[in-house]
């Protein structure tokens, strides 16, 4: 099962920043934050990817909470091409050690 | 620079038939997984395999099997194909711990 609670579906204003929450209460401490996204008839895109520090791409930032409990992706300024289904993944040791288990997901809507 | 390739794109079985789905990795990548999803579902982990042998395993029945070539490539085979095995069938490759999963655009599996 996943190990992460996302909201079904969000919408957002096109130039707007997109804030997508996440829960992971149960993640322990070698487990990384893992955002993807999937925009419709493709595969997963990686987006970004943390452990308890806020990291920062040219995609978005992700803020984890202190008790990494909880983190959030920020879109900074969405675009029409952000509409996706964006999944939030807790996962130790990589790809060797752990299985990478997606959940539902949050379908975001940019509404223009 | 490839990315992950994987054919066909697209393929019609008939119920009870067997199907062998083909990934290539991204160009340095050693690690290749295989993902189930069905419409309107996340991705579903089917196995994983690593220096050509399957390291861990979802909840998939055995008529799921693969293959991983000294090339790194993969192959997924589905036996007695049942009709909610339609679905897209993603490979995703990485390399090392922590690294993420780069994803193809999968495969549309279809049994009538």
């Known amino acids: 099962d996943a190990k992460t609670t996302q909201p079904p579906s969000m919408d957002c204003a096109e130039g707007r920043a997109a804030n997508l929450p996440c829960n992971h209460s149960?993640?322990?401490?070698?487990?990384?934050v893992y955002w993807y996204r999937q925009i419709h008839s493709q595969g997963p895109q990686y987006i970004i990817h943390?452990?308890?520090n806020n990291e920062t791409n040219e995609m978005a930032s992700l803020i984890i909470t202190e008790d990494r409990k909880s983190s959030t992706l920020i879109l900074p300024h969405a675009t029409l091409r952000d509409t996706a289904v964006y999944y939030c993944?807790?996962?130790?040791?990589?790809?060797?050690?752990?299985?990478?288990?997606f959940g539902k997901g949050t379908r975001l809507h940019i509404l223009p | 620079d490839a990315g992950v390739t994987q054919s066909p794109t697209h393929l019609i079985k008939t119920r009870g038939q067997q199907v062998t789905l083909r990934c290539s990795p991204k160009?340095?990548?050693?690690?290749v997984s295989w993902y189930q999803q069905a419409l309107g579902q996340g991705p579903q982990f089917i196995f994983q395999?690593?220096?050509?042998?399957?390291?861990q395993r979802g909840n998939f029945p055995d008529r799921f099997s693969g293959h991983q070539f000294p090339n790194y490539s993969s192959e997924l085979n589905v036996n007695a194909l049942l009709l909610g095995d339609s679905a897209l069938y993603l490979c995703?490759?990485?390399?090392?711990?922590?690294?993420?999963?780069?994803f193809g655009n999968g495969t549309r599996l279809t049994v009538t």
């Open positions: 160009s340095g990548h050693d690690t």
């Open positions: 395999y690593y220096e050509e042998e399957e390291r």
């Open positions: 943390g452990l308890k």
């Open positions: 993944i807790v996962s130790s040791g990589g790809n060797r050690d752990d299985k990478i288990i």
């Open positions: 149960t993640i322990s401490g070698n487990e990384y």
């Open positions: 995703a490759s990485s390399f090392g711990q922590y690294s993420p999963l780069h």
